[in-house]
Structure formats: C-alpha cells, structure tokens
C-alpha cells in the first residue's frame, strides 16, 4: 500500500510541478504578450505565426492549468505533447542539444502524465463515467 501511496505522490509532484513551470515559465507570457508575439512567433506547421501562436498559448497556458489540476488530464496532455514534440523535433532541430533539452524534458513529463492520468489526487477522480474502472 505505501508503494501505491508513495506512486501517487509522485505523480502528484509531476503533474504539479510541470504543469506550474509551464504555465509560468512559457504560457503566461505568451498570454499575456500575444499581440507582440503574433508577427514574430515561428510558424514551424505553415499554418500562420497567429495560428501556431494561438495553439501553443491554448496549450502551454489554459492546458497546463488543467493538468495542474488533474482536471480532463490525459487530453489536456495532448496539446502539450504535441508543442513539445513540434518545439524538440522542428522549432529545435538545429540546435545544441543543451537548447533542446528543456523541450525534450517538458515531452517526457507531458507524455507520462498522458500514459498515466492525473492518479487519485486529481479532480479527474471525481468525474469518472458510470462503469470506468479505477486505475
């Protein structure tokens, strides 16, 4: 039992502390600088700077609050797996590997929290569909 308590702690931590280094770290600023960034943010899927921009502030910014909050976990994940993927693999490509090392380790985070879910410390837990089982 300790072992299963000490797991959920664990990706209590995980969930937390990526979802807020997120949020602060890259999704605030895009928000709340969005109309400065708009005709200089990469556009790394040919999509639109606007476009691409708007898509990664929806992810970096409102779906890491849900993560922070185990709320819709596994698909709020998504978004941020797949910036990540975008930043590490296109926007990154070029360089060093110590400048693409913060997008790779935000994929990593993002793509456990999206196997795993939010675990019993989540508000995930209190909105499962009749007949889910627990995981």
Not at 65 to 77: D, E
Request: hydrophobic share 55%; proline share 4%.
């Amino acid at each position: 039992m300790i072992n299963a308590w000490l797991q959920s702690i664990g990706l209590l931590i995980l969930r937390v502390s990526f979802g807020t280094m997120m949020l602060a770290g890259h999704g605030l600023d895009k928000l709340l600088h969005f109309g400065q960034k708009s005709g200089t943010f990469p556009d790394p899927l040919g999509i639109s700077s606007i476009f691409s921009l708007g898509l990664a502030t929806f992810a970096e910014f409102f779906c890491s609050i849900l993560v922070i909050l185990g709320l819709g976990t596994r698909f709020a994940a998504i978004p941020l797996v797949v910036t990540m993927l975008v930043a590490a693999v296109n926007h990154h490509a070029a360089d060093e590997w110590k400048v693409k090392e913060p997008a790779v380790a935000y994929l990593v985070a993002f793509v456990v929290i999206l196997i795993t879910g939010s675990g019993p410390f989540g508000l995930d837990r209190f909105f499962r569909f009749r007949g889910q089982r627990k995981v």
